[in-house]
């Protein structure tokens, strides 16, 4: 941690309280940090109370992406200890649950391309078995007669991310760190945080784990990144009795993903729009989930439909992350999570704690430090 010339009221002001936020809020006060986390409006009230909770580095590897998958892999393997120890803080069940996914394709050229993902997992190794239709259709009889073969990642998991703030904010209390709400922020310069409301809080390290909201912060220019929303529309739907959910384990194809919940309910998602920061939900993005869904998983047609939301992920032009260091002394970055921020909250989390500790980042964060968008600037100019 950097040192102000008199003590500031934090060691640490973390701007954004979602997952992340939360997460890293918790695991500095626990580390005996003076801690706030400020929000510009409820906690979860962005990406994290909409997002799925898919913790899923396999499913969602994608072509090109060898780096991130290798960062996912990496937190995956630290939440069952992260949800365990913070349920143990909290007292709340976070619905941390070991059910796998299931990838399936609902027609030919699904299968074709579901194949082609199957043969690059496993190059990388990863840990997914192809399964004919019949195979498929044994693990989850709800599946559709139509489904022509799938991947199964039996080590892809699940968390409920509504159960997860909870807790989060319960554990940040208890460590000891301070929770301010309905606080949005004006600018960060350095190390003070300046909020609309003209009050200006000084920190040794200012932390921006606003998601998508960081984009429109104003920081200085040397600490700028590149980072944009991206919409999803997700759909919640509930099994009553004698109904039962069609799904055990979470069931995705490659246009939808259903995440069977403990409490009977299915989590119905997302879409993907470049829509700005416009978080309304349309009738043409509920009609796509539901026949997408409805496509693999016939029985959602009797569910009762109890949600439909939007939120917005935070994308990058590489689709990594941003952890670390900026451009300016006392200002770090933790957003830019885009598909994966419930999974990569432990990683983040510990991550930026240990830096401002003076401790070495995991190396699978290297190609995810703030500075690849500096350097990109200073290489389009001389260009
Ligand atoms: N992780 C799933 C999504 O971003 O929709």
Known sequence: LGRAEHTPAYEVVVVGAGAIGLAIGWRAARRGLRTLVLDASDPMSGATGVAAGMLAPVTEADFGERELTRLNLVSARRWKPFAAELERASGIDVGYRETGTLTVAVDRDEAEA?????????????????LSPRECRHLEPGLAPRVAG???????HQVSPRSLGRALVAALRSAGGELRTGRPVASVAGSAVELESGERLEAHAVVIAAGAESARLAVPAE?????????????????????????RRVVRTPEVYAVPRADGRLVVG??????GFDRSVTAGGVLELLRRAYEALPGVAELELVEASAGLRAATPDNGPV????????IYWATGHWRNGILLAPLTAD?????????????????????RFAAGERMAVMR
């Open 114 to 130: 579901l194949g082609r993902l199957h043969a690059y997992q496993r190059e990388l190794e990863l840990s997914a078995q192809w």
């Open 150 to 156: 799938g991947i199964l990642a039996p080590n892809d």
């Open 223 to 247: 600490a700028r990144i590149a980072v944009r929303p991206v919409k999803g529309q997700i759909l919640r739907l509930r099994a009553r009795p004698p109904v039962q959910l069609p799904a």
């Open 270 to 275: 997302a879409t993907v729009e470049e829509r």
């Open 323 to 330: 952890v670390g260091a900026s451009g300016v002394p006392g």
């Open 351 to 371: 991550a930026i704690v240990g830096t401002l500790c003076g401790e070495e980042p995991p190396r699978e964060l290297e190609p995810f430090s703030p500075g």
